[in-house]
């Protein structure tokens, strides 16, 4: 339901009807001689509320959810790892999301074009589904987009903090450019939390900055 807005903002007709002064696509949409803004969000006849923007993002939602098997329901919160995510897979249990754990990656030296090749493949396998929700990909981007080859690379949190290097910002947009929407860092951590824990804590501060990072 995070990806919601955006996905619906920018929703393609083509996964529904647009209907125009010469085509009728399905018997339910309204044909004028300008195109209907409600063509656009019809499907087989029939007014998908949740797929039109001009509707708030409540009533949206409600629509949606309202429309949903418990099994969509449950795929939709279920995230799997991406060596599990197969086309079929992602069709049959409607899966929200994917995630690659550190060292997870779609092939040896995988660059950022193989990257989202393999982001719009498991996409395209979610939006087809029966009500077409969009999966939200996500990956351990802890030292900069790591798992991108030759993306750059940087110290651990314990070593930025000494530093005061910002981060956050470059390694948002090295994770956006694969096509991946959600990075699982960086991250708040306390410096009174384990050894393996400590390493990833920045300052005992507990103010944050614009870049999500302790100060």
Same mark, same amino acid.
């Given at each position: 339901m995070i990806f919601l807005q955006t996905w619906l903002s920018s929703y393609s007709a083509t &996964?529904?009807?647009?209907?125009?002064s010469t085509t009728t696509r399905h018997p339910g949409c309204r044909v004028t001689r300008q195109p209907s803004r409600? =063509?656009?969000?019809? %499907?087989?006849?029939? %007014? +998908?509320? *949740?797929?039109d923007p001009i509707k708030s993002l409540?009533?949206?939602?409600?629509?949606? +959810?309202?429309?949903?098997?418990?099994? @969509?329901?449950?795929? $939709?919160? /279920?995230?799997?790892?991406?060596?599990?995510?197969?086309?079929?897979?992602?069709?049959? *249990?409607? !899966?929200?999301?994917?995630? =690659?754990?550190?060292?997870?990656?779609?092939?040896?030296?995988?660059?950022? @074009? /193989?990257?989202?090749?393999?982001?719009n493949e498991l996409q395209k396998c979610a939006l087809s589904t029966r009500l077409g929700i969009p999966m939200i990909y996500g990956i351990d981007a802890v030292h900069g987009n790591n798992n991108v080859y030759r993306a750059t690379?940087?110290?651990? &949190?314990?070593?930025?903090?000494?530093t005061r290097q910002r981060i956050g910002a470059a390694t948002a947009l090295e994770v956006r450019a694969t096509g991946i929407q959600y990075? #699982? =860092?960086?991250?708040?951590? =306390?410096?009174?939390?384990?050894?393996?824990?400590? /390493?990833?804590? +920045? #300052?005992?501060?507990? $103010? !944050?900055n614009n870049f999500g990072l302790l100060v």
């Open positions: &996964n529904g009807c647009r209907a125009n409600l =063509s656009s969000f019809c %499907y087989r006849g029939e %007014y +998908l509320k *949740y797929k409540s009533a949206r939602i409600r629509d949606l +959810l309202g429309r949903m098997t418990l099994e @969509e329901k449950i795929g $939709q919160m /279920t995230q799997i790892e991406r060596k599990d995510a197969f086309p079929d897979v992602m069709k049959k *249990y409607f !899966i929200g999301s994917v995630l =690659s754990g550190g060292g997870s990656v779609p092939a040896p030296k995988a660059t950022a @074009e /193989t990257w989202v090749n393999m982001v690379i940087f110290p651990h &949190n314990v070593g930025l903090g000494v990075a #699982f =860092s960086p991250c708040i951590a =306390s410096h009174k939390m384990s050894f393996g824990s400590l /390493t990833r804590a +920045l #300052f005992i501060s507990q $103010q !944050i």
